[in-house]
């Protein structure tokens, strides 16, 4: 708001825009190529992804089985769920994945060894915050110190994932295409 006030006094226009997911970014990426008058730039960066990223959900089995699946964030100090609110929740969301954190508030918080063993998920995907190394040392130091984490359907078929920052962490933009891509191999080999 500050900032928008001391554009606003200077006489500059301006704009703020949100971009969560890939529908945002094609929004943002057509209102900056109408500006800027470069149509041709939207079709290489907005067009070829949009193309991509259909290509990809069209091979998403419509039969209704869902991958049950539980999006973790890791940071140096704590780890915790991630639903549909953060891009990759809502990747997972448009690829026919069932997150056990939409039906689990208390994960958001606080990852519960508990709850995540009797939802059993099918895969695990970890997005990690700040170093990545450290970010990992505190799952493991954490709920895959206890035995029973080898329990899971997740482990014992080798579906844990930490997955790429440059396209799940940090907004992809050109590349959300291949985001797409990267977890749909992985859904459905």
Same mark, same amino acid.
């Given at each position: 708001?500050? #900032?928008?006030? @001391?554009?606003?006094?200077?006489?500059?226009? !301006?704009?703020?825009? &949100? %971009?969560? $997911?890939?529908?945002?970014?094609? !929004?943002?990426? @057509?209102?900056?190529? $109408?500006?800027?008058?470069?149509?041709? #730039?939207?079709?290489?960066?907005?067009?070829?992804?949009?193309?991509?990223?259909?290509? +990809?959900?069209?091979?998403?089995?419509?039969?209704?089985?869902?991958? &049950?699946?539980?999006? +973790?964030?890791? %940071?140096? @100090? &704590?780890? &915790?769920?991630?639903?549909e609110d953060h891009m990759t929740g809502r990747m997972l969301e448009d690829l026919g994945a069932d997150n056990i954190a939409s039906r689990h508030d208390s994960l958001l918080e606080d990852l519960s060894l508990e709850t995540i063993l009797d939802e059993n998920p099918d895969f695990i995907f970890v997005v990690t915050t700040g170093n990545v190394d450290s970010a990992i040392q505190t799952l493991e130091n954490g709920m895959m110190a206890n035995p029973a984490w080898n329990s899971l359907s997740a482990v014992q078929n080798d579906r844990y994932y930490v997955l790429p920052k440059d396209l799940f962490q940090y907004k992809p933009n050109a590349r959300w295409g291949e985001g797409y891509e990267y977890l749909y191999k992985i859904l459905y080999p």
């Open positions: 708001k500050e #900032l928008d006030e @001391t554009l606003t006094q200077a006489r500059l226009p !301006h704009a703020y825009f &949100k %971009m969560d $997911d890939v529908d945002e970014y094609l !929004h943002v990426l @057509t209102i900056c190529t $109408d500006i800027t008058q470069r149509q041709d #730039l939207y079709e290489q960066y907005g067009s070829a992804v949009k193309l991509q990223m259909d290509e +990809i959900l069209e091979g998403v089995p419509a039969d209704g089985a869902k991958p &049950k699946i539980l999006l +973790i964030r890791s %940071m140096s @100090t &704590k780890a &915790k769920a991630l639903k």
